[in-house]
């Protein structure tokens, strides 16, 4: 990938900083996206050559932000692949959650890397590119007071894999659905602090196990023999019984 450009978006923690690290090491050049523009500044300050990378801030739960985000991108020509990484989620009861935020989670999750991965298809192809699409194992299984999450990430994981049937040949993609990471993903949502879990990966292995994927040829990546277990797990255990025990775990 030496000298090519990735756009990776959410690269301010977490998988997008990993991605971040691991991709520089491939020669690529970078363009980073976050919302937060300190904690941006910190992944970049951190890589090796700083001065390669390019960085935009935006907050994709927004469309007029979406919208004027991609455009940011129209000088850069044809990139060689695209990370969309960047998402988060909101916990608490769906009946007592404000209506603005739950939608928000929708558009970033979601909507957002639709609309970027669309207008960056293009030039995508023509460079034979890649696509990282960043699901979750929450996309496999409904979540009790994560319900926002868990249909923004079932959507991801349903539309990621049918671009890959669609784009077969041309883009590779991969669709990574991790389980729990130790990523500030739960302190965001605002979940409750747990004991940890028997199932956690470390970011940097959840991100070396996708773009080994990606060499591949693309595919449906579980991260990791924790992650596989718990996926065989949501395989197995009745939807019924699930949905009932991740409700007593999730509630706090």
């Known amino acids: 990938m030496s000298e090519k450009k990735i756009l990776i978006t959410g690269a301010s923690g977490g998988y997008g900083y990993e991605f971040a690290r691991q991709l520089e090491a491939t020669g690529a050049r970078l363009i980073l996206h976050a919302r937060d523009e300190a904690r941006l500044k910190l992944t970049l300050d951190t890589l090796k050559f700083p001065e390669r990378h390019r960085t935009i801030l935006a907050d994709l739960s927004q469309r007029k932000s979406v919208d004027a985000f991609i455009e940011s991108l129209s000088d850069e020509g044809d990139l060689a692949g695209l990370v969309n990484n960047a998402g988060f989620g909101v916990w608490g009861s769906f009946e007592r959650c404000e209506g603005v935020p739950q939608l928000d ?59 890959r049937g669609e784009l077969t040949g041309r883009v590779r993609v991969v669709t990574l659905a991790p389980g729990p990471s130790p990523t500030g993903f739960r302190d965001v949502s605002g979940a409750p602090k747990g004991k940890g879990s028997i199932f956690r990966t470390a970011a940097p292995d959840v991100v070396a196990a996708s773009l080994r994927t990606l060499a591949r040829g693309g595919g449906y990546c579980v991260p990791g023999i924790r992650h596989r277990l718990l996926w065989l797990l949501q395989k197995l255990v009745p939807r019924s019984l699930s949905i009932r025990a991740m409700s007593g775990y999730l509630k706090g």
């Open 105 to 163: 989670v929708l558009r970033a999750d979601l909507l957002a890397p639709v609309a970027i991965a669309h207008a960056l298809l293009p030039g995508l192809i023509r460079s034979q590119g890649f696509i990282i699409n960043v699901s979750s194992l929450a996309g496999e299984t409904p979540l009790p007071y994560m319900s926002t999450y868990a249909a923004a990430k079932a959507g991801m994981t349903f539309w990621s894999e049918a671009l």
